[in-house]
């Protein structure tokens, strides 16, 4: 299989913690793919027509996006134990976490966007501003749940984890463990997992 991605992508960072926790890391080529929201990547758009990461592409040439996705597929070949919880309300919470997590990651990335990319001109505050409000009420829904995160590894707080990692990487001055103590108690010890330790992001 081929895993085209950036190190640096937090949804990345998510399939890749999924093939780490689900033995199948050693099958996973990963590919580092460049792609820009302002110009064209027309060696990806080959496999994904949105020119989106990750991207992966099975053994039998069959491309798959997006993140959770790639994920589904990835746990559907784990022999061991499951990251996606099978039925019941422990499904639906690591689903759940999964959806808050990926929200919060697609506020801060349009905000990374238009502070990094876009002409001064061209930047909105208000909408920032909004964008913000939003990932921060969503850690705060995190913080109230963190106890739910606690056990063996879901989809839900390994997404969880590669977006505070993220946020860490990307927003560090803003300090989301402000206020939020349990959820970064949580943190700590899960980024000691081997997982995280292998799939850190580069800049």
Same mark, same amino acid.
């Given at each position: 299989?081929?895993?085209?991605?950036?190190?640096?992508?937090?949804?990345?960072? +998510?399939?890749?913690?999924?093939?780490?926790?689900?033995? @199948?890391?050693?099958?996973?080529?990963?590919?580092?793919?460049?792609?820009?929201?302002?110009?064209?990547?027309?060696?990806? !758009?080959? &496999?994904?027509?949105?020119? +989106?990461?990750?991207?992966?592409?099975?053994?039998?040439?069959?491309?798959?996006?997006?993140?959770?996705?790639?994920?589904?597929?990835?746990?559907?070949?784990?022999?061991?134990?499951? @990251?996606?919880?099978?039925?019941?309300?422990?499904?639906?919470?690591?689903?759940?976490?999964? &959806?808050?997590?990926?929200?919060?990651?697609? !506020?801060?990335?349009?905000?990374?966007?238009?502070?990094?990319?876009?002409?001064?001109? @061209?930047?909105?505050?208000?909408?920032?501003?909004?964008?913000?409000?939003?990932? +921060?009420?969503?850690?705060?829904?995190?913080?109230?749940? &963190?106890?739910?995160?606690?056990?063996?590894?879901?989809?839900?707080?390994?997404?969880? !984890?590669?977006?505070?990692?993220?946020?860490?990487?990307?927003?560090?001055?803003?300090?989301?463990?402000?206020?939020?103590?349990?959820?970064?108690?949580?943190? !700590?010890?899960?980024?000691?997992?081997?997982?995280?330790?292998?799939?850190?992001?580069?800049?």
């Amino acid at each position: 299989m081929k895993l085209y991605i950036s190190s640096a992508s937090p949804f990345a960072r +998510k399939v890749r913690l999924v093939a780490h926790e689900a033995g @199948l890391a050693s099958q996973v080529e990963e590919v580092p793919t460049v792609v820009s929201p302002v110009k064209p990547n027309a060696d990806l !758009a080959k &496999a994904n027509p949105l020119m +989106k990461l990750p991207t992966l592409v099975t053994d039998d040439g069959m491309a798959l996006f997006d993140s959770p996705v790639i994920c589904e597929y990835l746990d559907s070949l784990n022999a061991g134990r499951k @990251l996606f919880p099978a039925a019941g309300p422990a499904r639906w919470a690591a689903l759940r976490q999964q &959806a808050v997590a990926d929200g919060i990651l697609d !506020a801060a990335i349009g905000v990374r966007y238009q502070t990094a990319l876009a002409p001064k001109e @061209l930047q909105w505050t208000q909408w920032q501003d909004g964008q913000r409000a939003k990932w +921060k009420q969503a850690l705060d829904f995190l913080e109230a749940d &963190a106890k739910a995160l606690e056990g063996d590894p879901t989809i839900g707080s390994l997404t969880v !984890a590669a977006t505070l990692a993220w946020l860490d990487f990307r927003f560090g001055a803003d300090d989301w463990r402000i206020g939020r103590p349990t959820l970064a108690a949580w943190f !700590a010890g899960f980024s000691q997992r081997p997982s995280m330790q292998a799939t850190l992001p580069s800049a």
